[in-house]
Antibody, heavy 121, light 106 residues
Framework: QVQLVESGGGLVKPGGSLRLSCAAS????????MSWIRQAPGKGLEWVSY????????YYADSVKGRFTISRDNAKNSVHLQMNSLRAEDTAVYYC??????????????WGQGTLVTVSS | SYELTQPPSVSVSPGQTASITCSGD??????ASWFQQKSGQSPVLVIY???ERPSGIPERFSGSNSGNTATLTISGTQTMDEADYYC?????????FGGGTKLTVL
């Protein structure tokens, strides 16, 4: 069955860095786009970034552009989110999400359990 | 990204029909998805491409999208449907989410 397991979250000071990882299993990872979506405590969902299947295309929300970098390793079935210059407003649960892009039925179809990032001094 | 607006809360009695709306400029010109998030859990896709249900999602969940409004309809609402619901749409390779609607079944 499809599994997405995030790791790497934790407490970091403002201005610091953190690298999130997502281990995928149960599907042909290299055939799928992948995305990161976050949810601040008690708040709604916010899309962060996505990466194409062979990493040729990467897109970011304006709120993280220039600070976050998404990458993937298809040999290891993993996707990563390097987060630099972290701010208090980046505090959230970060979800790894599988993204099916076949038009017209593009959809974020499977979500991991999430990893909590807390930015605080 | 898409600016999508949802009502903060909707209440429904068990067995009745719940409708949750999602408004955005010319939303009907694109495709909307809906996610269910129960307390303490990860979101689950319940509707995509406006009205398609993923495998395993009950038939009581349905969707529509026209003009500036997408609607998630839950027929014969059950207590297990109590959750937060989020709409989502893509705009120029970026995704937008609605603010979420808390569905209370009482």
């Amino acid at each position: 069955q499809v599994q997405l397991v995030e790791s790497g979250g934790g407490l970091v000071k403002p201005g610091g860095s953190l690298r999130l990882s997502c281990a995928a299993s149960g599907f042909s990872f290299s055939d799928y786009y992948m995305s990161w979506i976050r949810q601040a405590p008690g708040k709604g969902l916010e899309w962060v970034s996505y990466i194409s299947s062979i990493a040729g295309a990467k897109y970011y929300a304006d709120s993280v552009k220039g600070r976050f970098t998404i990458s993937r390793d298809n040999a290891k079935n993993s996707v990563h989110l390097q987060m630099n210059s972290l701010r208090a407003e980046d505090t959230a649960v970060y979800y790894c999400v599988r993204y099916i892009v076949e038009p017209p039925a593009a959809r974020l179809d499977f979500w991991g359990q999430g990893t909590l990032v807390t930015v605080s001094s | 990204s898409y600016e999508l607006t949802q009502p903060p809360s909707v209440s429904v009695s068990p067995g009745q029909t719940a409708s949750i709306t999602c408004s955005g400029d010319k939303l009907g010109d694109t495709y909307a998805s809906w996610f269910q998030q129960k307390s303490g859990q990860s979101p689950v896709l319940v509707i995509y491409q406006n009205r398609e249900r993923p495998s395993g999602i009950p038939e009581r969940f349905s969707g529509s999208n026209s003009g500036n409004t997408a609607t998630l309809t839950i027929s014969g609402t059950q207590t297990m449907d109590e959750a937060d619901y989020y709409c989502q749409a893509w705009d120029s390779s970026t995704a937008g989410f609605g603010g979420g609607t808390k569905l209370t079944v009482l």
